[in-house]
């Protein structure tokens, strides 16, 4: 397997209100994604850390007890494993996201293909 990997080459994961493209390492995962204005993702917290760029586009991020900020491009979200966040997503939006250890839970096939496919 190559170490380097061009964004236009990898793999497309087309969900009802995103396009997702996916690259994983053994201890780190990296999701680009284009999401539609109007989406939500509801409160959930998993056992990863996570980091998010904002790239383009207007989002809320609710993360812990506080409040919900709201984020423009270039606003880089930190999230500590196992803290409860949800997401409005205001505008079209595209963002970068890395988790480690990697999202099994979303790309189980990650596990032995980087590009997250069956």
């Not at 009802?16 to 993702?41: E, I, P």
Request: glycine content about 6%.
């Amino acid at each position: 397997m190559s170490n380097f990997h061009h964004l236009d080459k990898l793999p497309v994961h087309q969900r009802r209100t995103q396009r997702m493209q996916v690259l994983s390492g053994k201890d780190l995962m990296a999701f680009w994604v284009d999401v539609t204005a109007g989406t939500h993702v509801a409160a959930h917290r998993h056992p990863n850390e996570q980091i998010t760029w904002l790239i383009a586009g207007r989002a809320e991020y609710r993360i812990g007890d506080d409040a919900p900020m709201s984020c423009g491009p270039g606003t880089i979200i930190h999230i500590p494993a196992d803290v409860e966040h949800e997401v409005w997503y205001r505008e079209d939006c595209r963002y970068c996201e890395m988790f480690s250890p990697p999202r099994l839970d979303l790309f189980p096939a990650a596990a032995h293909n980087p590009y997250g496919i069956e």
